[in-house]
């Protein structure tokens, strides 16, 4: 992609009523557009972070056996008035014309339950996991934190189906090990912990996987030992015995949860009719478990754990291109030419790159490069020319290595 036809631009200024970094910056920088708080559009370059995210968590799914469905967004208010859920004053709700209460889908276990109990009737039928990524409404209180709180945000939601407890159990190992392997693949393995959290009727605890990050509302405690966290909101003497946790080993910090997973048993197949029969004809309700992350909050913990001074620094799996070609040249030089061969060759190479053709001053154009934080930068200059070698910046570390052509599209 040839930046001087991107259609946006960065800005000195972010609006003047955004507290949060990552909204901040990426506004800057031109990957969102802020409509209101809490309400954000993905512009090209956070499409492209926010699709790579995505993709991630796609493959992960498939490969614990997930179906990929896209329920609707618009809910039907009698279905949630069965789980005692249409209440909650979450909803943005709405009416339709000659037909009723509707509402913004905020979660989506009252549908998928539903669709379900339309396919499932026999033990054979079981087990299935069936997710989506897709948008969802939350009329959230305080939206003060970014693309990490969302009133509108992407949300990817997986539902397991089950004969027992014991094969719920089972998949529910499977989605946690899914769960690390997304963490660890968009670069945040490292400081992200399961953690404790509250369950419900049907399991003592749910697991929330938090990222460590200052700018996170919630509160954590780490045992480092047993590499696990408990969530401040239910850190209690028998949680910790349960646990075989001392309280004086752990370290508090705050974190933003970013994905959560959950037995729910029964809670929903009773309410709303998804039951079996069993080999011997007997009837059962179907168990259940649902696993939610948030991509969208992904990408602000992404930045607001990695950007730095300069600005914006994504790691490779997730970066809206993998070069940022930044060419030195002017009017057609021999320097441009350079930098346009350049482009030519990785683009069909299909390296997916950022081309600076403008023609700004160098100081600008790092700057801007800075900025938008794509993983190495690529400078063709004069001595490019002369040399045949071009400088190659890594933006995490600032390491200047120089590389010939053929070294560059070997990458
Ligand atoms: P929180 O406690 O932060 O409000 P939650 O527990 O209500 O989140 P879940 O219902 O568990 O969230 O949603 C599943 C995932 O969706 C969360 O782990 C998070 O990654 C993401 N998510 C939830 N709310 C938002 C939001 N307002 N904006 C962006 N992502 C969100
Ligand atoms: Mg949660």
């Excluded at 259609?7 to 970094?21: C, G, I, N, Q």
């Excluded at 972070?49 to 993709?55: A, D, E, Q, S, Y």
């Excluded at 549908?111 to 996991?129: C, E, K, N």
């Excluded at 998804?274 to 259940?288: C, F, I, N, Q, R």
Aim: contains cysteine; charged residues 30%; proline residues 3%.
């Amino acid at each position: 992609m040839r930046q001087s036809q991107l259609f946006t631009k960065t800005r000195k200024l972010a609006p003047a009523d955004e507290v949060s970094k990552n909204a901040q910056l990426l506004v800057r920088a031109g990957f969102v557009h802020k409509e209101a708080a809490g309400i954000y559009s993905f512009l090209p370059l956070g499409l492209r972070v926010l699709n790579n995210i995505v993709r991630i968590i796609r493959e992960e799914m498939n490969t614990i056996g997930g179906q990929e469905l896209s329920m609707s967004a618009l809910q039907n208010a009698e279905l949630w008035k069965k789980t005692d859920r249409w209440e909650q004053d979450v909803w943005f709700k709405t009416e339709l014309k000659a037909a009723g209460e509707t509402g913004f889908g905020w979660t989506h276990e009252e549908p998928i339950t539903h669709i379900a109990s339309q396919y499932v009737s026999s033990y054979r039928d079981l087990p299935f996991a069936a997710y989506q990524i897709q948008t969802k409404f939350r009329n959230e209180e305080r939206a003060k934190s970014g693309v990490m709180r969302g009133r509108e945000f992407l949300m990817k939601d997986l539902y397991s189906f089950h004969a027992d407890q014991a094969d719920l159990d089972a998949f529910y190992e499977k989605a946690t090990q899914a769960y690390r392997n997304v963490f660890s693949r968009v670069g945040l393995g490292e400081r992200t912990f399961i953690t404790f959290a509250s369950g419900g009727a049907f399991s003592k605890y749910s697991h929330e996987f938090q990222t460590l990050c200052s700018a996170g509302e919630d509160t954590i405690y780490i045992s480092r030992e047993k590499n696990i966290a408990i969530n401040k909101e239910v850190l209690t003497d028998e949680v910790l015995a349960d646990l075989g946790i001392e309280r004086t080993s752990l370290e508090e910090a705050p974190a933003v949860e970013v994905g959560n997973i959950f037995k729910l048993g029964t809670r929903f197949s009773e309410p709303l009719g998804l039951s079996y029969t069993d080999a011997e004809g007997k009837k059962h309700p179907v168990v259940m478990g649902c696993y939610g992350i948030g991509p969208s909050r992904l990408v602000g913990a992404l930045v607001e754990t990695l950007a730095d001074e300069k600005g914006l620094v994504w790691p490779e799996a997730v970066a809206p291109f993998k070069y940022h070609l930044v060419s030195l040249g002017h009017d057609g030089d021999d320097v441009s030419k350079a930098a346009d061969t350049l482009y030519d060759d990785l683009t069909k190479a299909d390296v997916e790159v950022l081309y600076d053709d403008r023609d700004l001053r160098a100081g600008e154009k790092f700057a801007e490069s800075d900025l938008l934080g794509i993983p190495k930068r690529i400078v063709v200059g004069k001595e490019s020319v002369a040399t045949g070698e071009f400088e190659v910046v890594d933006r995490a570390t600032g390491k200047v290595e120089k590389k010939s052509r053929v070294e560059v599209l070997a990458q």
